[in-house]
């Protein structure tokens, strides 16, 4: 099989959510040692894409869009120790993601940090009801480079304006990119808040991390 | 009974109620992080809205209960005060519920999902709905299941209230719109949730939340070709923002979302009312469009 046909059918398991298929496929870019890498991107990473068009058109839904995000993490988890050059692959970048204190709401959020894992960054998911201090403390510590704060209510997203607030305070704003999310969120709140950008939904928070840190 | 009459009477049009959680906060109260809560730190908050509703002309309004579930309530580490939650938020709408109008007990979704989005079980739902329904049971006229986005854990629901209730249930699925029609975010179909809940012989077949009553029009257009069982509608108004002084606020006019619902009436809804950034104002002008009619 050439490295192309590959591709097409790596990425037409992951839209049939075919895991046993997806890990097949894995398993054989490995024994035929063919670019790990670009297995990565235009296999795997066509298939989530495609996944993210069908959620758009109305044809995914969220059991569809987490078993295929799931499906290609374990598959990444196969790929990623085969890398060519003998160094373990860099991860795209590291986030830090939560929900806001006050706001349990944590659906949306687990599905970007399932999307983002999926593509291949690092992601330390703190969970729902998390106060802005701690958000932070976690972000110097793990060193990452985006701070993803989601908010599903109104009364609750100020919270994200706070994480802002304290960085600057701190004078280490400059050090990460912070990214909003939920429902109310919307691109004049985040330029109200001095917030590096939001995304309307998963695949889209996946090209704004991207496109943050030039990727 | 008193809702099973209106429901055969031809001419009624049964008004619910609105809001809660934006008018706790239009009293400059903080909804912290439950308002289910505040049944118990501010019972005359809670009791106040509910009047605010009856006086402007629901027929009937829900307990403060959305989100009194064990289920949800054990996120916030409440669950051990489900009985004490449940019991003062009946006590909150009975001392205020004039004659002739009902208490409707609500039902929110548990928060959690199955796999493979979430790790619940049916079991696990079914107990949680269990735990909160005994304890409604004792003051409500019916109830209103109610912004559930899995026909599996609306079916559940229905389950556990049959169980311990004979009293008519309103069933509300929430829809978003995608290309291809109305579905949940579980992906279970316009058409889909209404078959089911035809099996499961509830009283109403609703919709609320996530959409507004514009979108919602279309929602009732599909919905009286699937069924002819009674229908309710609760939409939003609007999506929430924020103002300049960092107060949320919905764009939807009062006056234009009584219009979307008078044409909803028109197409043939039964029970009319609003969800989340609806107000007395809302109902108030919904109550003059019923009386117009």
Redesign the interface.
């Known amino acids: 099989m050439s490295q192309e046909n590959l591709y097409g059918e790596i990425s037409d398991a992951i839209v049939n959510l075919n895991e046993d298929k997806a890990r097949e496929l894995a398993n054989k870019a490995i024994d035929e040692n063919f670019n790990i890498l670009n297995v990565i991107e235009e296999g795997f990473g066509a298939g989530i894409r495609r996944v993210g068009e069908l959620w758009d ?8 869009l ?2 295929g995000a ?1 499906i290609m993490q374990d598959c990444l988890d196969l790929l990623i120790p085969h890398l060519q050059g003998g160094i373990e692959r860099k991860t795209l970048g590291k986030v830090v993601i939560a929900t806001i204190e ?1 706001d ?2 944590s ?1 949306g959020k687990t599905i970007v940090a399932t999307m983002l894992r999926a593509y291949g960054f690092e992601v330390y998911d703190l969970g ?2 998390v106060p802005a201090e701690k958000i932070i403390d976690e972000a110097i510590e793990k060193n990452v480079d985006i701070i993803g704060v989601s908010a599903l ?3 609750t ?2 919270g994200q304006k706070k994480v802002i607030e304290i960085l600057k305070k701190k004078g280490i704003s400059n050090k990460f990119k912070v990214i909003l999310g939920g ?2 969120v ?1 691109s004049k ?1 985040v330029e ?1 808040c001095g917030a590096d950008g939001y995304a309307e939904n998963a695949v889209e928070a996946v090209e704004l991390a991207k496109s943050l840190l030039h990727i | 009974m008193l809702f099973h009459d209106w429901l055969k009477d031809d001419s009624k049009i049964i008004l619910f109620d609105g809001a809660m959680g934006t008018e706790i906060f239009k009293r400059g109260i903080e909804p912290g992080k439950i308002p289910d809560l505040l049944n118990i730190e501010k019972p005359d908050i809670i009791s106040d809205i509910h009047k605010s509703y009856y006086d402007v002309g629901s027929d009937m309004c829900q307990t403060c209960t959305f989100g009194s579930s064990s289920l949800n309530l054990k996120k916030y580490k409440l669950e051990d005060r489900i009985e004490e939650i449940n019991q003062k938020a009946l006590e909150n709408i009975k001392k205020i519920c004039p004659p002739n109008s009902l208490i409707v007990g609500d039902i929110g979704p548990s928060g959690e999902f199955r796999p493979p989005v979430g790790n619940i079980t049916i079991e696990q739902w079914q107990a949680s709905f269990a735990n909160q329904v005994k304890i409604l049971e004792n003051g409500v006229d019916l109830w209103h299941i109610e912004t559930i986005s899995d026909i599996e854990e609306m079916k559940t629901a229905i389950k556990a209230v049959k169980e311990a209730s004979k009293k008519p249930i309103i069933a509300s699925m929430t829809y978003k719109k995608t290309p291809r029609g109305y579905f949940t975010i579980m992906g279970d179909s316009l058409k889909k949730c209404i078959q089911i809940l035809e099996q499961e012989n509830v009283d109403v077949i609703g919709s609320n939340c996530t959409i507004d009553s514009n979108e919602m029009i279309g929602l009732i257009e599909e919905s009286v070709k699937l069924t002819k069982k009674p229908l309710s509608a609760k939409p939003n108004a609007g999506q929430p923002k924020i103002d300049e002084n960092y107060r949320p606020f919905y764009e939807y006019p009062p006056n234009d979302f009584a219009r979307d619902i008078h044409d909803m009436i028109n197409l043939g809804v039964k029970i009319v009312g609003g969800c989340c950034g609806t107000s007395p104002q809302t109902i108030k002008e919904i109550r003059k469009i019923i009386y117009s009619l």
């Open positions: 058109a109305g044809e995914f839904f969220l059991p569809e987490m078993r799931k006050g349990i709401h659906i729902a009801d209510l109104t009364t997203m100020l429902a109310p919307t709140w109200e």
